[in-house]
Structures are given as structure tokens and as C-alpha cells.
């Protein structure tokens, strides 16, 4: 096993972490509630820790519970506290981001690790963030984590957050975004590895002319809950959203949730929730909400759970496959999302946890 600083190398590169500065133009590496590692590597991006942050701005402090309320539930109000710490990512105005910025908590002896980070996209930039959340391998305790992106006016932020825990922790991070005038933000969530529970519900208020999309692939083994989803308020007219999620129980306990509000004219949402049992020990629960405050909105959603079609298996065997071939190839397309920038680790990880997918039918 390789380690440094009292962390597990493999376990970072599960999560797509490189600590390369030839490949990420920032990092930034948390073990508990202490940052180990953060620079940035281009000139128009900022990673720090948090605290250096409020060190080094006095408005850092007005983005704190801005968009978030600190009394939301009992997770909330244990993350604010003085001990903790988390990231601080910022793109400089009309900054162009392309190679990615890097995150990782990392959760070694600590009970409960509590974060809070602060994500900013000035006005005109792009910024693309992977950000990778894992633990020891025999790591007992929770991650609370609290995200609060602020993406101004024409920016653009594509964020994929990657889970890998051991499964003996508790996940609840607590996210939301304000998305301005002509601004876009990407939401993206790979959870492949076991989990005790996860639940987390992130929200995005979408402004005049903005966007937002949520992209999800989880797959919950047995042992495992989990309760996500992604909701877009729609604020103001034009706005629109998009979420997608791919589930895959292989015996574990899925909620999926999806909301979308419509609240101004000329507001546009799609919601589409899909589900793949393997197991008879596998629960998925999708629960898919429209919501229209308004007469002129354009609301959709589709919602699909089922086990793989054996007429779909038998068709590709019938165009030469093995029947392994022909599953691997359904599951891999059912899984297929666009991330940007993921890495060829953790595109890796993914046609892995497919191959293994064949051993439960």
C-alpha cells in the first residue's frame, strides 16, 4: 500500500485524484479536519483551505450559510462549528479553466469530519472541478460535508463529485447553488463502491437564462442505503434544468429523487429517474416531483425500474456476443454519462463495476 501523509494513495486514485500539477491546475487535499496539500497551478484559478481563505478575504465570511440555512437539520448544525475546514475554490473573472482542479476529503481516524466549502465562479469564467471523497479502508464514522457553489453571471461550472468509501461510513453532504443570469451549472455524481448510507438532496436556484443539469450513476450493494437526488428551483424566465439518473441496486436500498419547480415564465425542466435491479434483495424507490407556479412552464419527467430485457440479451447474442458480452454491453449503456475531464482511472473503475454487474444476474 502506498501512503503519504498518513494516506492511502490508491484509495485518492479510485476517486480520480493525480496530485499532478502537469495534469490539474489546482489541488487540494483534506485528511479529518486538516488540509495537507493546496496550491493552484494557473493563474485565473484560487484553492486554498477555507480558513486561509477568510484569512486573506473578509467577504469570504458573507458566502458562508448564503445559500444554505446553518439550522436546516441536525447535520447543518454540527457543521458549523469552529473545527471545520474544507476548500475554497474560486476562477477569476472571464478565466477559461479548461484543465480541471482537484478535491479530495479524506476520511482516516476522525468520528465525524466536517467540511465547509465555498465554490465561486466570477462572472465570464469556466471552471471544471473533480472532486473525490474517500476514507481508509477500515475507517468507521461519518463525512458531513456542506457545498455552496456561487456561479455568476455567463460562468460556467461543471462539478463531478466521486464517492469511494469504506463501508462502515455514513455520507451527508448538504449542497446548494446559485445559478445567475446566462450561467450554467453541471452537477455530476458517481457513487460505485459500498456505503453504510448516503443522503444528500442538492439544490440549484436557477436565475434568468441559466441552466442547470444533475447527472447521476449509483450503484448500492448489498448493506448499502441511499437517498439522493438533485432538485432545480426555477426562478426566473428561461431558465432551465435538466436531471438525469442512473441507478443500479445490486442489493442495496435506493431512494431517488428528482424535483424540478417551475416558477416564472417560460421556464423549462426535464426530470428522467431510471433504475436496474440485480438482485432479489434489491430495493429501488424513485420519486419524481414537477412542481408549476406559474401557467406558461414546460415540465417533463420519465421514471423506468426493471431488470435487464432478455429479448434485449438475446437480440445482441443473435448479432454474434456472448451472453457476458451482451450484458456487459446493456449495463455499460444504461451507466453511460458525460463527464467531462474524468479520468482514465476512473473510467477504469466504471467498466469494472459493470464486469462485476454480470455476477449478479
Known sequence: MSEGHGVDIEKLKEVGIELDPKKRSGTFLQKDQEPLKYASFYEGVEVMSIKEAMKKYEWVRDYFWKVLKRDQDEYTKEADSEEANGYFIRALPNAKVEIPVEACLYLHRVGKQKVH?????????????????????????????ISEFFVKRNAKLTFTMIHSWHNAIEVRPRSA???????????N???????????????????????AVFSSVMVALEGSSIDSGSRAVLKESGASAEIISRTISKGGKVIARGQIIGEAEGVKGHLECRGLILSEKGEINAIPELIAK??????????????????EVFYLMSRGLSRDEAVSAIVRGFMEIEIKGLP??????????????????
Do not use: W
Not at 466570477?122 to 473525490?132: A, L, R
Not at 473510467?347 to 444476474?361: C, F, G, P, S, V
Open 177 to 187: 447553488a446559485i445559478v445567475e443570469e446566462g450561467a450554467t451549472f453541471i452537477s
Open 294 to 311: 406559474h401557467p406558461n412552464v414546460e415540465l417533463s419527467h420519465e421514471a423506468a425500474i426493471g431488470k435487464i430485457a432478455e429479448e
Open 344 to 361: 482514465e482511472v476512473l473510467k477504469a473503475a466504471i467498466d469494472r463495476a459493470i464486469e462485476e454487474m454480470k455476477d449478479a444476474l
Open 117 to 145: 466549502n465555498i465554490i465561486i465562479a466570477e462572472e465570464n469564467s469556466e471552471i471544471n472541478i473533480i472532486t473525490g471523497c474517500t476514507s481508509d479502508r477500515a475507517a468507521v464514522g461519518m463525512h458531513i460535508g
Open 189 to 211: 455524481y458517481i457513487l460505485l463502491n459500498p456505503v453504510k448510507l448516503v443522503q444528500m438532496y442538492p439544490t440549484a436556484y436557477v436565475g434568468r437564462n441559466a441552466r
